[in-house]
């Protein structure tokens, strides 16, 4: 049998990155293909259809603030102890993490069903359809959100002891069955109803499911003797002996929870801000988030793997090994920026047109992709950076700077509105933060590696 976990504290370090990197990149790849898949054919319903889309996906984003810190707490605590060697210790805090995410997961749901009215009347939507749109897609996307939590959180737990093919296989199938469903469900081919955006939301939160089934084979593979190691089999998810790591998850994954959640809210009151721009506004901000996350999906992956690296060879005392794979990283992802940053900006037309059928619409998202643009490599940077310091525990610094930050993105957009930018200011507000993220992260991790 071949081992399907890798050790990330020996052998060469861009083979070892690489072998752990390229099939959580390709998952999160995957990831951004259902969201791209979703807009391309709710795209055809018309802008109204995509703003109400985005307007409730909103709050799935929010959400994942809160699994990020049972995801982030897990995933790190778990690879440093399989680092120093304690198995047994990497199981409590994958067994915690798990027990978190379930009781998160449930109660986002059940504030979302009960308090949809409030939390749509946020956007101070105008117009009727958008809002009825945005209604159905929180209600059933967030009312069975316990199934993308699952996945994001086992997904962490099998990067953590260096295996990220089998999450990949499993994301591979979600998206089989969500590019099948879309166009089933949206638009009512053959003996299907015609849904709309309530087929979307359907079609998304089945493959979450189909995922989540894919995912739970692996938990149950036996551990071999002299082969690998498998925390996830020795879990006993109702045991009360994991609530004393509780305070560990808590203690490195809050901050990734807060900096995810502000970072969300700071963006939901620059969609209000949209807003006041038309339903073209709205609707470019989410489609070209969606497109934008073909840079920070693959970003986020490589981050991902940096993470679960850095955090085993930290536990493994293996320090220059650490700032070697950040060396390597940097230049992976440096190169990869570029090359976003040369399709939106040279590209921007046959990327909108993808999406969008109004001239008007078009127009604004080129104007969006091109501004945006200019900021890829350093979010990239960015994020592969927080990746790296996580994994060796720093995450109350990340989300210092990170909040900081992108804070401050709220009285940019405000001042740049009121000059002859118009809605380009709050474009604009983005892209200034992202350079200065990017460039403080990278001297950061300089600093703190020299202390190690």
């Not at 210790?89 to 009215?117: D, E, H, N, P």
């Not at 089998?166 to 979600?174: D, E, V």
Request: net charge positive.
């Amino acid at each position: 049998m071949s081992k399907k976990n890798l050790d990330l504290t020996n052998g060469p370090i861009l083979k070892t990155l690489t072998d752990l990197s390229l099939p959580i990149m390709a998952s999160y790849f995957l990831n951004t293909v259902y969201s791209i898949t979703d807009m391309a054919w709710i795209g055809m319903l018309g802008s109204k259809a995509v703003a109400g889309v985005g307007v409730g996906g909103m709050y799935v984003w929010l959400s994942q603030g809160l699994v990020s810190l049972a995801r982030m707490g897990g995933q790190v605590n778990a690879a440093q102890a399989l680092g120093r060697g304690d198995k047994k210790t990497a199981v409590k805090y994958a067994g915690a993490s798990l027990q978190l995410t379930i009781l998160f997961g449930v109660l986002f749901s059940a504030v979302c069903l009960l308090f949809t009215k409030p939390l749509l009347g946020f956007f101070r939507m105008d117009n009727v359809v958008t809002y009825e749109y945005a209604k159905v897609y929180l209600q059933i996307t967030c009312g069975l959100i316990i199934f993308s939590y699952l996945t994001y959180t086992l997904t962490g737990l099998y990067t953590a002891q260096g295996n990220s093919k089998t999450p990949l296989k499993a994301n591979f199938i979600g998206l089989i069955l969500n590019m099948i469903l879309d166009p089933l469900l949206i638009l009512g081919i053959g003996p299907f109803p015609r849904m709309e955006v309530t087929g979307a939301a359907i079609a998304t939160v089945t493959a979450q499911m189909l995922v989540f089934a894919a995912l739970l084979p692996g938990i149950f593979r036996k551990n071999e003797e002299g082969k690998e190691v498998n925390i996830l089999q020795d879990i006993r998810l109702f045991s009360k002996e994991y609530l004393s790591c509780y305070r560990s998850v808590f203690r490195i994954g809050f901050p990734s929870a807060l900096q995810s959640s502000i970072y969300c809210m700071i963006s939901m009151v620059l969609t209000r801000m949209v807003a006041a721009f038309g339903s073209g506004a709205v609707a470019t901000q989410r489609v070209g988030g969606q497109i934008e996350s073909i840079s920070w999906n693959t970003a986020d992956g490589f981050a991902a793997a940096l993470n679960a690296f850095m955090a085993q060879n930290f536990g493994a005392k293996k320090h220059d090994r650490i700032r070697k794979g950040y060396r390597i990283s940097f230049r992976v992802l440096a190169l990869w920026g570029l090359f976003i940053t040369a399709l939106f900006v040279f590209f921007p037309r046959p990327i909108a047109s993808l999406f969008f059928h109004e001239e008007e619409v078009i127009s604004t998202a080129v104007g969006y992709l091109v501004v945006i643009g200019f900021s890829e490599t350093f979010m990239c940077i960015e994020l592969m950076t927080v990746g790296a310091l996580s994994g060796l525990g720093k995450t109350k610094l990340c989300s210092v700077i990170s909040i900081s930050l992108t804070v401050a993105r709220i009285p940019l957009a405000l001042i740049l509105t009121r000059t002859s930018l118009g809605l380009y200011g709050i474009w604009w507000a983005l892209t200034i933060s992202s350079i200065s993220k990017g460039i403080i992260f990278y001297f950061t991790f300089q600093r703190v590696s020299r202390q190690l």
